[in-house]
């Protein structure tokens, strides 16, 4: 039992680097893009949009193409289930629950990774924004 206990916590740990690094890259991807569009959010709130606006529309496109991600992602695990079905122990290799329990942990974790960013995005002061450039 060593040896299947082995290759499993290495496939785990291997997940969670992968996971880990999707966060950061797409953290700093909104990031950078908050950062960029400074001017433009700046000038939104001086007409007037409010904070929610703000933060609605940098979340949206943070999660845009995490949620295409996740559908190709479903899509080719849904192709590649059979290769996987021989070492799945007590647990169908189409099985829906996890499946689901899975896709929404993954927009759980892209949602925190897009709301840090927007959450600096509303606190953008409009004067400065216009003033720097």
């Known amino acids: 039992m060593a040896r299947p206990r082995f290759i499993t916590l290495l496939l785990a740990l291997f997940a969670v680097t992968a996971l880990s690094l999707t966060v950061v890259g797409l953290y700093g991807v909104v990031a950078y ?41 479903l899509l080719g ?3 590649l289930v ?5 070492q799945l122990y007590e647990v169908k290799a189409t ?27 509303t606190q953008i002061d409009p004067m400065n924004s216009l003033r720097c450039e």
Do not use: K, W
Request: glycine share 10%; aromatic share 6%.
């Open 33 to 73: 893009g908050v950062n960029q569009r400074r001017r433009e959010i700046g000038i939104r709130m001086a007409l007037g949009a409010r904070h929610e606006n703000v933060l609605l529309m940098v979340i949206r496109q943070g999660m845009q193409p995490a949620v295409i991600g996740l559908g190709i992602g």
């Open 77 to 79: 695990a849904f192709a």
């Open 82 to 86: 059979r290769l996987l079905a021989s």
């Open 95 to 121: 099985d829906p629950v996890t499946f689901a329990i899975v896709a929404l942990c993954l927009l759980l974790i892209a949602f925190a990774a897009c709301y840090l960013p927007a959450r600096r995005a």
